[in-house]
């Protein structure tokens, strides 16, 4: 169930837009009924699209330009990689070894010809078009260009993801701490989280020390000499 779930999770970050097209309940809706006097609507499919608005060149290509200098140009193919290594990690557990290279062989090739990394590249610069003016994305390019924007490029991956790391495991002292406080009223909590390093749980077989009995120094008294002590010599008879 596991390895289904993981994998179906996995299909899913491509299949997303497709399915968002579909109706809920996957189910083809009816047309709403005419009423007397009106027009019925053209089908979908043959109502006029909506007209696409046609990108200046000289932006698309500055759009592009900035996408390669920041390393952006290159999402598609994270992103294809990333997915490939997922499908990848899962089928490696639910296929033989010997099936495994032929699957991921038909897998990627299906896949990068449905999905080319080309098609994540023009989307965002669909996306840039619509939020930035031709002399903004000339601005950030020149930024981009100088020495400190490459310092930027080069580096920010690395604080992203040393970012991230250290938000998480901020956020995972809060939430055991939180937890560990609802262990009264939730016991079950006691037997899932780790142990706690400020109350460590006591030793297995130490008990208490044992309090001596009345009349008694709790100190041990001294062991007996082990060597004897000497007999006295006899007084020799007088004359």
Known sequence: ????????????????????????????????????????????????????????????????HLLD???????GENINTGI????????SRALPADQLPKFMNTFSQKYT???????????VVKIYAQHFSLEDIQGVTKF???????????????????????GMQIDQKVVIEVLRGMSDEYPQ????????????????NAGPTPTPAPGTSATPSAAPSSTPTPAPKPTPPQR
């Open 84 to 91: 490939t290594d997922r499908v990848h990690e899962v089928m």
């Open 1 to 64: 169930m596991k390895l289904r779930n993981a994998l179906i999770a996995a299909v899913l970050l491509t299949a997303g837009p497709a399915l968002a097209q579909t109706p809920a309940g996957g189910t083809p809706q009816k047309p709403a009924p005419v009423q007397p006097g009106q027009t019925a609507p053209k089908p979908e499919a043959a109502q006029p699209a909506e007209a696409a608005v046609k990108l200046d060149p000289a932006k698309d290509v500055a759009i592009r």
């Open 113 to 123: 010809v449905n999905a080319p990394p080309s098609a994540v590249t023009d989307a």
């Open 189 to 204: 909590l006691k037997q899932m989280l780790p142990p706690d390093p400020a109350h460590p749980a006591p030793a297995p």
């Open 144 to 166: 981009y260009e100088s020495p400190i924007g490459q310092r930027m490029v080069k580096e920010m991956p690395d604080v992203a993801r040393e970012s991230q790391t250290a």
């Open 69 to 75: 200098i920041t390393g952006e140009s290159k999402e």
